[in-house]
């Protein structure tokens, strides 16, 4: 009896412990069936607020062409920057001026953004410029301006457009034209003695032929050719109307078809003449005067 009693005690805690981890399992399944629905519906949240979001042009120019864009910090681009597609929101813009000043900054522009619509950043860098000399601590005159002495680093809002002039005691001025500036290297220059030429140092000095007032040498073969054509053309010309008109006159008086055919082909062959020699006489004014 006793024997009956404990196999039929061992057979309900075998079933009671069988329900038990039945339970808990179903109760972890459907925790994690939870999650997961939870999950999906935070991603499925996300994606809509990113696909929610518009895309806008952004366009960049400056004064200065082939200034680096960095958006963020990270670079977008070289102006001028036109259309650029970026998504909504808040951004930093850095527009880096192309002509770095050696140990300067040479005026970056950064601005921060919040961009909502189609949007055009107009830049404005100021000109850097550097001049020195040798020696140094000359005079720097521009436009009737005493700039300062070299060396000098100066920004302007404006370019400077026309002749600089350098003045020094001693020494003969040396003026510059400031198309021939070059802002990445700026201008060193060396200043003569008065009364001395170092034709070394004034290899950029460009001397004018005063006997035949070019700045540069003329194509002497392209000129005497094109002279020849055009006197020649002129000739063959005079020439071809001549015998025309006689051939024309003696058609009048005699009535002869022939005279008439000579006098047309004389006048084709005027014509020709006439047009070769005008373009002979356009290519000689070129080869003399713009070339």
Known sequence: MKIILIIFILCNFNSSSAQSDTVVFSDSSEVMNTLNVSDSAMADDSM?????????????????????????????????LLNYKIKEGNYKIKVVNPYLADGWQNGNQTTDLNLNTDTTISVKFKYFYYFNSVPF??????????????????????????????????YTDYNFNMKNYNPESGLEIILNQA???????????????????????????????????????????VNYK???????????????????????????????????????????MYFLFFD
């Open 137 to 170: 601590n000359a005079q720097i005159f521009f436009a009737d301006t005493l700039f300062g002495k070299t060396p000098l680093r100066i920004f302007t809002d404006n370019e400077l457009k026309g002749n600089v002039l350098f003045k020094k005691n001693n």
């Open 242 to 284: 001549n015998t025309a008109n006689e051939a024309y006159d003696d058609y009048i008086r005699t009535g002869n078809r022939l005279k008439l055919e000579e006098a047309n082909s004389n006048d084709t062959s005027f014509v020709i003449s006439l047009i070769l020699m005008q373009a002979a006489i356009g290519g000689l």
């Open 48 to 80: 809509h607020a990113v696909d929610s979001l518009k895309f806008y042009n952004l366009s960049v120019i400056s004064n200065f062409g082939n200034a680096s864009v960095y958006i963020d910090t990270s670079f977008s681009g070289k102006t001028p």
């Open 195 to 237: 009364g001395s030429l170092d034709i070394k140092s004034n290899e950029s000095i460009v001397y004018k032929n005063k006997g035949t007032q070019f700045k540069t040498e003329r194509n002497l073969f392209a000129i005497l050719g094109l002279g020849v054509a055009s006197i020649t053309g002129a000739y063959f010309s």
